[in-house]
């Protein structure tokens, strides 16, 4: 930043999209780190997280969400379709990701939303390393550019980093004239302890059978620096039943401990420090059906 440049530009730009295409992938590969877990399964992001990205005199800040989906039997749906839409009514621009050549129901149902908030939209056409017919690809994009009122459309891998330095080139371009939300220096919003929790529980969406992403959580039990100079972190993981439990700890404790390393691996990636990590299994019946089990959870905002 020069001395005339010194105008400042900063604002919010929501990630939304149906589940599983991509939007917390293109996240931490927009910032060049990883504050949003990641997985195959569709309910990974639960809360809604900021990523903020600053260069220059320019601060971009994004909002990574749960996907929209539309059953909202249980307390934790309902609260991840909350932490979704009510993110819309502070943006300045929303970037829509939809998946390679597919354009399903559940991608129509979040753009109705979008298209009900009035906001200028970017429609990123994520996963094109997938797409081995390009000319396909090509006419796909042409028809939503016909069909549709987007201010771009950006074929991207988030996965390789394709084209995501340009998409995040048009972010920044965007950005209204305002002060900086948040310090040069911050990447998120979201404190050390929150981020210990969400690391865990990647390492258990990734490495756990279908049935426990729904019930499961995690509660930082402990987290202070030791006179060594290493972090001392323990972790509860909550489950809902007994099976769970098993499930979690593996044959002779093999599977928690896998957990275990991984997990401490990513947090002394980013905290940049030495890490002991402890881990604990509890089963915890019901927390997924309460709302008031779910706010003492950290579940509220
Ligand atoms: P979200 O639910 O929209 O936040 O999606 P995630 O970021 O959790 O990603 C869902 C899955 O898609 C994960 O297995 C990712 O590794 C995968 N994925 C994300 N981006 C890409 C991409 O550009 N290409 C490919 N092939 N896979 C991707
Ligand atoms: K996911
Ligand atoms: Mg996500």
Redesign the pocket.
């Known amino acids: 930043m020069t001395n005339n440049d010194a105008q400042t530009h900063s604002g919010l730009v929501a990630i939304v ?1 149906r ?8 996240l931490n590969r927009l910032l060049g780190q990883k504050v ?5 399964k ?1 309910q ?2 639960r809360h809604r997280i900021l990523g903020i990205d600053t260069q220059d005199n320019r601060q971009a800040i994004y909002v ?1 969400t749960p ?1 929209l989906h539309q059953e909202e039997k249980r307390a934790i749906n309902r609260y991840m379709n909350r932490a979704a839409t009510t993110t819309l009514a502070d943006v300045g621009v929303v970037l829509f ?1 939809v998946e390679g050549t597919r354009w399903q129901d559940d991608d129509q149902h979040v753009l109705d939303k979008i298209q009900a908030s009035g906001l200028p939209c970017y429609l990123v056409v ?5 797409v081995e017919d390009k000319e396909a690809l090509m006419l796909h994009l042409q028809q939503l550019s016909e069909k549709h009122n987007f201010a771009h459309i950006v074929p ?5 980093g394709k084209m995501v330095d340009e998409l995040r080139e048009l972010v920044f371009a965007s950005l209204p004239d305002s002060e900086f939300y948040y310090p040069e220096d911050y990447i998120t919003d979201r404190s050390s302890r929150f981020m210990a929790a969400e690391i865990i529980r990647e390492k258990l969406m990734r490495f756990t059978g279908d049935e426990l992403p729904y019930s499961t959580t995690v509660e930082i039990e402990q987290f202070k620096l030791g006179d060594n100079g290493v972090y001392r972190i323990s972790g509860l993981i909550l489950v809902e039943r007994e099976s769970q439990k098993r499930m979690v700890i593996g044959k002779g404790g093999k599977h928690l401990k896998t957990i275990g390393e991984q997990a401490r691996k990513d947090m002394e990636n980013l905290f940049d420090n030495r890490v002991f990590l402890e881990l604990w299994v509890k089963v915890k019946q019901g927390w997924a059906d309460d709302e008031r089990a779910l706010r003492s959870l950290g579940y509220g905002d």
């Open positions: 999209g589940p599983n295409v991509g939007k917390s992938t293109l949003s877990i990641t997985s195959r569709p990974t992001t990574d996907g990701v994520n996963k094109v390393d997938k991207v891998s988030a996965r390789k």
